[in-house]
């Protein structure tokens, strides 16, 4: 089993910016994607960016190219996300994912279903 512990959250004020972090653990080897979520009250979850885990290929949503970064070390087993340029429609509770997508297939690699294990969630909040 994979397990996945977010970090990072809390509040700041639109304009600023914000690193969660993802911590993985367990048999991260049956995974070969990584992502990031938010999901805002009333609203159905975001696929935000994700990452491949055995080579360099980072993918972006539309509603984040630019001001957020996605990045991992590999040494500690983390993901991170680093957030620039909140603005308050980025109040959510953000989630890291873990899953095997089929290269080729699952693509963009940013559908819920594709992901098998999900963190507890982070809450951001962006005051105005």
């Known amino acids: 089993q994979v397990q996945l512990v977010e970090s990072g959250g809390g509040s700041v004020q639109a304009g600023g910016s914000l690193r969660l972090a993802c911590e993985a653990s367990?048999?991260?080897?049956?995974?070969?994607?990584m992502a990031w979520f938010r999901q805002a009250p009333g609203k159905e979850r975001e696929g935000l960016a994700a990452?491949?885990?055995?080579?360099?290929?980072?993918y972006y949503g539309d509603s984040v190219k630019g001001r957020f970064t996605n990045s991992r070390d590999d040494v500690k087993g983390t993901m991170y996300l680093q957030k620039n340029n909140l603005s308050p429609e980025g109040t959510a509770l953000y989630y890291c994912?873990?899953?095997?997508?089929?290269?080729?297939?699952?693509?963009?690699?940013?559908?819920?279903?594709?992901?098998?294990?999900w963190g507890h969630g982070a809450q951001v909040t962006v005051s105005s």
């Open positions: 994912a873990a899953g095997r997508l089929r290269v080729g297939y699952d693509w963009p690699p940013l559908e819920v279903s594709y992901f098998a294990c």
């Open positions: 367990g048999t991260t080897y049956s995974y070969n994607h």
């Open positions: 990452i491949a885990t055995r080579c360099v290929s980072i």
